[in-house]
């Protein structure tokens, strides 16, 4: 009996047909990470993602994981990593956010599945899978509004020691614009290193002046020319440099702190090359502090002691003493209890 062709064609669609509905109709759960990116276009508002404790944080976005239902097949596609979520970017303003009455910042918790629209989405293709629930119900964010402030620009060395006026032919532009929580008023800081010093007396150069705070935008390029300079400041140098241990008022009397190679590192800064105004100034320095570098330890060294470089101790109210090719080298520790 010859089978009709067109029959033969007609079974294969429908059970082709009957196979994709039934895949389709089994419904399967699985986790994935989703990444929610919430922002403000307008430079007045910053959003800011808070820890448990409510404390803003430096993120930029957050990760939730989500429980997502759907087709059998998406999901095992899913599971495979075939697939890649995209990314949920939400601008604060039209979900509300912006709305602080006479507050300076306020703190929300949008519902995560509500930015989500209830799905999950992906780069790869249309389709999504339904979002049923998520590890963290809520995004706790705080919504700050900035205030425009104009702020002049401070020139600072790579020690954080501003440079003489006197130094500075031009800072264009002399003063900048900008969104700052509180509508603070310090001042911009560009900092010049030893080389970009050398080449801003022959040229100006573009750096950035970053804002301290809370600010939109955080840095802002600004184009300086130092004067050249016309005298050659004397020299000194530091054979023997004395060093100081500093650690926080909360682990006097309960923890002592070992230094493990300070000998060795002390060989890599010494001698420091110094240089000021005046041979006095210089004689002042090296004689009368009473110490040319610090080991800074702080109270997250308790659980985990970080090596850390040494810290050059300038004279405080005297700008003009400088390092001559400062050097880097980080020193181990260890922190021992006290009576243990």
């Known amino acids: ?9 007609v079974v294969v ?28 276009n307008n430079p007045q508002f910053v959003v800011q993602y808070l820890d448990e404790q409510g404390e803003p944080t430096a993120e930029t976005s957050r990760r939730i994981k989500i429980n997502v239902k759907g087709p059998a097949g ?3 596609s899913l599971k495979e990593g075939k697939l890649t979520p995209r990314i949920v970017r939400t601008d604060i303003q039209t979900q509300g ?8 910042y306020y703190d929300f918790t949008p519902p995560v599945l509500d930015l989500l629209d209830g799905k999950v989405t992906f780069e790869e293709l249309d389709s999504y899978l339904e979002a049923e629930d998520a590890a963290s119900a809520v995004l706790r964010i705080r919504v700050t509004r900035l205030l425009p402030v104009p702020l002049s620009i401070q ?3 790579q020690n954080n020691i501003p440079l003489p006026p006197e130094r500075i032919e031009s800072i264009q532009p002399e ?10 008023t310090n001042s911009a800081v560009a900092i010049l290193n030893t080389s970009q010093q050398q080449k801003a007396t022959q040229q100006a ?6 804002i301290p705070g809370l600010a939109r935008p955080n840095k ?34 309960k923890y002592i702190v070992i230094p493990e190679d300070l000998d060795i590192r002390l060989d890599q800064y010494a001698p420091i090359q110094i240089q000021g105004p005046s041979k006095q100034a210089l004689k002042d320095f090296i004689e009368k502090a009473p110490f040319h570098l610090v080991l800074e330890i702080r109270e997250e060294d308790i659980n985990n002691p970080t090596p850390r470089a040494l810290r050059y101790n300038l004279p405080e109210g005297d700008p003009h003493v400088q390092i001559i090719k400062p050097v880097s080298f980080p020193v181990r520790f260890r922190l021992e209890k006290i009576g243990e």
Do not use: C
């Open 1 to 9: 009996m010859q089978v009709n062709l067109k029959t033969i064609i």
């Open 13 to 40: 669609v429908l059970s082709a047909l009957i196979w994709v509905f039934a895949e389709r109709a089994v419904v399967k759960t699985a986790m994935v990470e989703v990444e929610i990116a919430l922002f403000s």
């Open 74 to 76: 998406l999901i095992q």
């Open 97 to 104: 956010y912006t709305n602080l009455a006479d507050q300076e």
């Open 155 to 157: 020139v600072m060395d």
């Open 175 to 184: 003063r900048i614009q900008a969104y700052v929580a509180g509508g603070t």
């Open 205 to 210: 150069i573009a750096v950035d002046a970053r």
């Open 220 to 253: 802002i390029e600004v184009k300086i020319k130092l004067v050249k300079e016309t005298t050659v400041w004397p020299t000194d140098k530091i054979d023997r440099p004395r060093v100081h241990i500093r650690k926080p008022l909360s682990m006097e009397g």
